[in-house]
């Protein structure tokens, strides 16, 4: 596999597509989120990135820093409580690519972002309800 990294600021228009598509196909566990929606939130975001590979978009991560105008609750709380993080809102992996370390290798590029801007910890939400065991056991191995 030979993935490379698109930040989305860049991203052409099908890449862009491509990502809503993911994102729908997983938004019980991510929220909704349309074309406005996510220009909104990569133009908010210091680091939103599509994994990409012969031209098809295999993942996609979306994050923040407390400096980020964004207004999700979720996000908020945790800028009200900690000074200097890093916040994965949502991160999606293709169900075809599952089980190649693509969700790994985007938090460990977006670990080495945060850690290059002085962010000192890592924090997402992980969706309870409904559960989401697959989430639940591939943060746990995280740490």
């Given at each position: ?49 599509a994994a990409v590979d012969g031209g098809q978009v295999l993942a996609f991560l979306i ?81």
């Amino acid at each position: 596999m030979q993935m490379t990294l698109i930040p989305l600021r860049d991203a052409a228009p099908d890449v862009l597509a491509a990502v809503l598509a993911l994102n729908e196909a997983d938004k019980t566990f991510t929220s909704e989120m349309d074309a406005a929606r996510l220009a909104r939130m990569v133009a908010a975001s210091p680091y939103a990135v599509a994994a990409v590979d012969g031209g098809q978009v295999l993942a996609f991560l979306i994050g923040f820093d407390p400096a980020s105008d964004y207004d999700s609750p979720n996000f908020i709380w945790f800028r009200d409580r900690l000074p200097r993080f890093a916040y994965v809102d949502r991160i999606v992996v293709s169900p075809a690519a599952r089980g190649r370390g693509l969700a790994r290798a985007l938090y460990a590029a977006f670990d080495a972002h945060a850690r290059t801007a002085g962010l000192e910890r890592m924090v997402c939400e992980v969706y309870s309800d409904p559960p989401n065991p697959v989430s639940d056991a591939f943060h746990t191995r995280l740490g």
